[in-house]
């Protein structure tokens, strides 16, 4: 591979990951927008989604902040109607944060254009061309995961 530098002309696929990066981060901010939320709290949303009721520790640790920073989150989904606090069912003394339906919903409805553009986009490749591309993204997301850890952070997601 040849050495790449500052000056060097970066291959195709560097353009277009480049590309598909500053798209996803002005979509990103965006959504955020039309559900009233900040960057940092529609990243808990979307963790929330995935995974389900968490405590406020574990939000926290998903998205790199420091448990004081995650009770301002917590405060403006609550405020903005996105979700919740229950008592655990496990252990009554903590709590969990918990997705309202409304939201998960809402979200859905912005989301799914793209998701459903992107599905009939992909319809014309085919199977091998599918496990190229995703062998590619799975090893694109090792990349990112590597720098991550290479800055000290988390790389967990």
């Known amino acids: 591979m040849p050495e790449l530098t500052v000056a060097s002309t970066p291959p195709g696929y560097a353009e277009a990951l480049r590309l598909v990066s500053s798209l ?21 949303m979307d963790w929330l989604e995935r ?14 902040i420091t448990p004081g920073a995650v009770t301002g989150v917590i405060g403006r ?11 655990h069912e496990s252990d009554g003394r903590s709590v ?15 989301l799914m254009p793209m998701i459903g553009d992107l599905h009939t986009r992909a319809s014309a490749y085919s199977p091998e061309e599918i496990a190229l591309v995703e062998r590619f993204l799975g090893d694109v997301a090792a990349s990112y995961r590597a720098g991550l850890a290479a800055l000290g952070e988390p790389t967990e997601g």
């Open 24 to 44: 996803a981060q002005r979509y990103h901010a965006r959504l955020a927008r039309a559900l009233e939320l900040n960057g940092t709290a529609l990243d808990a």
């Open 51 to 64: 995974d389900g009721p968490l405590t406020p520790s574990e939000l926290a640790t998903r998205l790199g």
């Open 77 to 87: 989904l609550e405020q903005t109607g996105h979700a919740h606090r229950v008592r």
């Open 96 to 110: 969990q944060v918990v997705p309202n339906p409304r939201s998960v919903q809402a979200t859905l409805g912005h």
